[in-house]
């Protein structure tokens, strides 16, 4: 059974920064790719980093390229991703996912369907 449980989220100011993580179990890690999406209040879901759980490969859209980095540990079956300076509008709840790779991680990253999730953690950022 895939199971997937984030944690790190948070109260941070603007300019802070927060690790998230997410330990995954049920399944082997290096088989997967692993997705982190958010969704704020009122907004679509959007995914903002993907990682090629097998050689590492990763894709950060434009939206936070230079701030996010997503990483992971496959002996922990750990994938985390680093947010720094953060600004009001990161604020949201923030999902892993995982998926097993069908195309290129752009597209799966971007389109969000048929993943299994996680349950989220809820990012908030304000002075």
């Known amino acids: 059974q895939v199971q997937l449980v984030e944690s790190g989220g948070g109260l941070v100011q603007p300019g802070g920064s927060l690790r998230l993580s997410c330990a995954a179990s049920?399944?082997?890690?290096?088989?997967?790719?692993i997705g982190w999406f958010r969704q704020a209040p009122g907004k679509e879901r959007e995914g903002i980093s993907c990682?090629?759980?097998?050689?590492?490969?990763?894709y950060i859209p434009d939206s936070v390229k230079g701030r996010f980095t997503i990483s992971r540990d496959n002996a922990k079956n750990t994938v985390y991703l680093q947010m720094n300076s953060l600004k009001p509008e990161d604020a949201a709840v923030y999902y892993c996912a995982a998926h097993l790779p069908t195309t290129a991680l752009q597209t799966m990253c971007a389109s969000g369907v048929g993943w299994y999730w996680g349950q989220g953690t809820q990012v908030t950022v304000s002075s």
């Open positions: 049920g399944f082997r890690l290096g088989y997967y790719v």
């Open positions: 990682i090629m759980t097998s050689d590492g490969t990763t």
